[in-house]
């Protein structure tokens, strides 16, 4: 994948990244001296117009993650369907994607699921968000960032219960990746008992509904 990546890099006219802290590294590893532009959540309606400017004008622009997949819960989405509708070909460049990486080794369903992204920061809005999913039979996936990962099992062992299984996959495909599977309230204990797993980017991989289709009951 980092091999036909350099090939596309050196292509194109252009590459706009959503976080340029490896993708740094990896372009001066290599060499390549194709111009960046920052694209991310605050970026405005002209970084987009700027891009699709330079798309309109006949440039490759090679749209890039600081990890996993772009366009994957990140803002890259704006600029693929605003090019769509202009008729520019958009290629995706299959790689790494934290959500199928966790999924596929977390030993809960996988032939349903849904990926709700991250949870709400406010305390009250993330509750009523894991609510509204309590009773879902499919497994649930969620991003999470190291400073909220306690406060986020807490919600869900308030909500969904303590015995509800959850795998925490954590700094997938890097170099202090780590898996903790169990119920909600044993690996937020690991969690708390270890700041090291109070670090890095988390994938949370959660049990769906195991009841009754009207939440009469669950089995555990």
């Known amino acids: 994948r980092t091999r036909g990546g350099v090939q596309i890099w ?25 111009p960046l532009t920052a694209y991310h959540d605050f970026s405005d309606d002209s970084a987009t117009a700027q891009l699709l400017d330079q798309l309109m004008a006949g440039s490759a622009v090679a749209l890039i993650s600081d990890a996993g997949t772009p366009v994957i819960a ?22 790494p994607c934290a959500i199928v990486a966790a999924l596929s080794v977390s030993g809960l369903p996988t032939d349903r699921f849904t990926f709700e992204g991250f949870l709400p920061n406010k305390h009250e809005a993330r509750l009523k968000k894991l609510e509204a999913l309590a009773h879902d039979p499919r497994t649930l996936v969620f991003y999470e960032a190291p400073h909220r990962i306690l406060a986020t099992l807490q919600a869900m ?20 990746e780590t898996f903790i599977s169990g119920s909600v309230g044993e690996v937020a204990a690991c969690v708390q008992a270890d700041p090291n797993q109070q670090r890095g980017e988390m994938v949370l991989v959660v049990q769906g509904w195991q009841g009754s289709p009207d939440g009469a009951d669950q089995i555990k």
């Open 10 to 34: 050196q292509m194109v006219s252009c590459m706009s990244w959503v976080g340029p802290r490896h993708s740094k590294v990896l372009t001066n590893h290599f060499g390549i001296r194709t």
């Open 74 to 95: 990140d803002p890259g989405y704006r600029l693929v369907k605003l090019a769509r509708r202009q008729g520019i070909p958009v290629v995706a460049v299959p790689g």
């Open 157 to 176: 062992s308030t909500v969904l219960g303590p015995e509800r299984q959850v795998v925490i996959g954590r700094e997938l495909t890097k170099r202090f």
